[in-house]
């Protein structure tokens, strides 16, 4: 979740030099297809000594993972700023739309971003907790599951949207999802998961978010 302001002066200088390495990997990966810069490479674009990217993340598997961060961050902050309505199930599909538009402002940033999550490195990852907590964040006080299900929901449905959003993602970044089908396949795939879930009388809010020939029907 996002950090709270850094108090020191040296604290502040420690994070604007992260965010000017992050920054720059950005740059780059907007300019290129792939993920393939090396960290010289960055610490140039940076303004950075060749050191000073190694210094804070330690490898570039970190740096991929502190982008995704970053984006899930951008997320959470813009959920917040729209503040969407209604209950658990009408901010859970709002959170796809949301987090779908922040990835498709610099698409190919975060293919090779998402992209590089998926191969093994030597740190743990934090991808699957900060993608869980998000989904518990949209997901709340969980008004609008079923009511015996709550506490089974509690455990386990944040997880299974952030499995299904991972699982967009992956047909995306292959080519098999074009962007402008994206949105509705995000739509489609969380109405899928929340809706053994809802309660009955919220269960044609979630049908309608489901698409056909790639259009959702109008709640």
């Not at 502040?12 to 780059?28: G, M, Q, T, V, Y």
């Not at 907007?30 to 010289?40: C, D, H, L, P, V």
């Not at 000073?52 to 993340?57: K, L, V, Y």
């Not at 698409?107 to 993608?131: D, Q």
Request: hydrophobic share 45%.
């Amino acid at each position: 979740m996002t950090l709270p302001a850094p108090s020191s002066v040296r604290e502040r200088n420690r994070l604007a030099s992260r965010n000017a390495i992050l920054d720059a990997a950005e740059r780059l990966l907007e300019r290129g297809e792939t993920a393939e810069f090396s960290m010289r490479e960055l610490a140039v674009e940076a303004g950075k000594g060749f050191v000073t990217p190694f210094n804070h993340f330690g490898s570039k598997g970190a740096i991929m993972q502190a982008l995704s961060g970053r984006v899930i961050d951008r997320m959470e902050s813009r959920f917040q700023a729209e503040a969407p309505g209604g209950d658990a199930l009408d901010r859970s599909l709002a959170m796809g739309q949301i987090a779908t538009a922040c990835l498709l402002e610099r698409p190919t940033v975060y293919k090779a971003v998402v992209g590089a999550l998926g191969t093994i490195g030597p740190i743990s990852s934090e991808v699957r907790s900060r993608s869980r907590a998000l989904w518990e964040f949209a997901l709340g006080d969980m008004e609008g599951i079923c009511e015996e299900l709550r506490e089974r929901a509690r455990a386990i449905l944040a997880d299974q949207i952030a499995f299904t959003f991972r699982g967009c993602l992956s047909f995306w970044i292959a080519g098999e999802v074009a962007d402008e089908r994206l949105s509705a396949t995000v739509d489609t795939a969380t109405a899928t998961t929340l809706l053994g879930f809802a309660a009955p009388g919220r269960r044609q809010r979630v049908l309608s978010a489901m698409a056909f020939d790639g259009h959702p029907e109008q709640a």
